[in-house]
């Protein structure tokens, strides 16, 4: 596809359950990022990508959170045992490398009631 | 840590230029600084970037101060899909943009 893709748009869980959120990356992009934004703030980044390894994950809050790109395009974020203060909007963005032009993705809307 | 401070938020006229300012007095000698903006329930999108020159694209110009300690974005003629949070980031070495509150842009017809 033409931008990036990320699925579900929206996600609503109970407070323990687990969760995946899918991030179809630009073709061709080598470097891929998490980040949560919750409302009213700015993303704040979750981990970084290149290639099929996480080259900086300082960003995940627990050892609740996790993420994988297994063959260096798509990548999966998982939530373990959710907690309310999880919900958040997931944004995914990609890049040929470096720092320009980062392509992000309108996100995923986790909500845990 | 490039400490970067943004006004919260900006009104400007449709048509007319809107200048938002950015200070980043603690920025380093090879640190980028980037401009992201995110309209409402979307992600952000790409802006501008430069290092030391003034920038100019489609979308923007990008002014720098001679001492790098401060840099201001400009839209040349506003318009309703302008309005959104804008973002300045400068790049700090690392490999991750990290993103501040950014300054809302409203943009009155």
């Known amino acids: 596809g033409a931008g990036v893709s990320q699925t579900p748009s929206n996600k609503v869980t109970e407070k323990g359950k687990y969760v995946e959120l899918r991030c179809d990356p630009i073709s061709g992009h080598t470097a891929l990022y998490w980040y949560r934004q919750s409302l009213g703030q700015g993303p704040e980044f979750l981990i970084y990508?290149?290639?099929?390894?996480?080259?900086?994950d300082s960003g995940l809050p627990n050892d609740r959170f996790f993420a994988v790109r297994p063959e260096g395009s798509v990548s999966t974020l998982k939530i373990q045992r959710t907690e309310r203060g999880d919900s958040a909007v997931y944004l995914c963005?990609?890049?040929?490398?470096?720092?320009?032009?980062?392509?992000f993705g309108s996100g995923t809307r986790l909500t845990v009631v | 840590d490039a400490k970067t401070t943004q006004p919260n938020s900006m009104e400007s006229n449709e048509e007319e230029p809107v200048h938002l300012p950015c200070n980043h007095s603690?920025?380093?000698?090879?640190?980028?600084i980037h401009w992201y903006r995110q309209l409402p329930s979307q992600g952000p999108e790409y802006v501008i970037h430069g290092l030391t020159s003034n920038v100019n694209n489609r979308m923007a110009s990008l002014a720098i101060a001679e001492d790098r300690k401060s840099s201001t974005l400009i839209l040349h003629r506003a318009t309703l899909r302008d309005a959104a949070v804008y973002y300045c980031?400068?790049?700090?070495?690392?490999?991750?943009?990290?993103f501040g509150q950014g300054t809302r842009l409203t943009i009155n017809p």
């Open positions: 980031i400068p790049d700090q070495g690392a490999q991750k943009l990290v």
């Open positions: 603690t920025i380093s000698g090879t640190d980028y």
């Open positions: 963005a990609s890049s040929l490398g470096g720092l320009t032009g980062y392509t």
């Open positions: 990508f290149q290639g099929t390894g996480a080259a900086d």
